[in-house]
């Protein structure tokens, strides 16, 4: 798998780095900022790119707006997002209601890394990983996910960090039967139709969420 590493701190990008080649990964670039982020994927067309949401020149979001314009250019091209805070609206500009391919992580919350060498081997392949805390931070937001259960939460997050049924019964310790029953009610209270299929159930998380982070960007005095 060919990736570009995108991360102004140059510790955390050699480790990135290594990490990346100890599991037979071929990092063809390790960039600090934006600029070159784009221009290096363009140059190389990589499987993947790794990227900080934060980099200079003003430590803002120039890895998000890079991964963005980069993500329009080539439709294929997998991106995980590492970040140090929750940012919801950051997942909605990167996805675009197009969420194959894609993850979004917080740097404190990667504690294993086998784990974090196989979230970005299914990235890679078309699957979505999204850090389960972007969803609890987005209820605050939002009428419809004030509505779901604590329990539901627990199974909405679970869900778009990309994990089954099966394992989700195994997180929660509860049954199949339950995590489905969760589900049905999930899905009915957001206004969405259940579907078995993994993705489409993270795909159709994804689009609702971005739907509830557009309201709150067109809401008045924000």
């Keep these: 798998m060919r990736t570009v590493i995108a991360e102004d701190q140059v510790l955390l990008r050699d480790g990135l780095a290594r990490l990346l080649r100890s599991a037979g990964h071929d990092v063809v670039a390790e960039v600090g900022d934006g600029r070159s982020l784009v221009s290096e994927t363009v140059r190389l067309r990589p499987d993947l790119v790794v990227a900080d949401i934060r980099m200079p020149p003003s430590y803002a979001d120039e890895g998000s707006r890079a991964v963005v314009l980069l993500r329009e250019r080539f439709p294929d091209l997998a991106v995980m997002l590492l970040s140090q805070a929750v940012d919801p609206l950051v997942v909605s500009r990167a996805t675009r209601g197009r969420s194959a391919g894609f993850g979004y992580l917080l740097k404190d919350r990667v504690l294993d890394s086998d784990t974090f060498v196989r979230q970005l081997a299914e990235i890679a392949a078309g699957a979505t990983v999204i850090d389960p805390g972007v969803l609890p931070d987005a209820m605050r937001g939002s009428d419809r996910l004030r509505s779901l259960t604590n329990r539901e939460v627990e199974v909405l997050g679970l869900v778009a960090t990309g994990r089954s049924n099966p394992g989700i019964a195994a997180d929660l310790v509860i049954s199949r039967r339950t ?32 739907g509830a982070v557009q309201k709150n960007e067109e809401a008045p005095g924000r």
């Design 179 to 210: 995590v489905d029953a969760h589900l049905r009610s999930i899905f009915t209270k957001l206004g969405i139709e259940a579907d078995p299929d993994g993705n489409q159930r993270v795909l159709a998380t994804l689009n609702w969420l971005g």
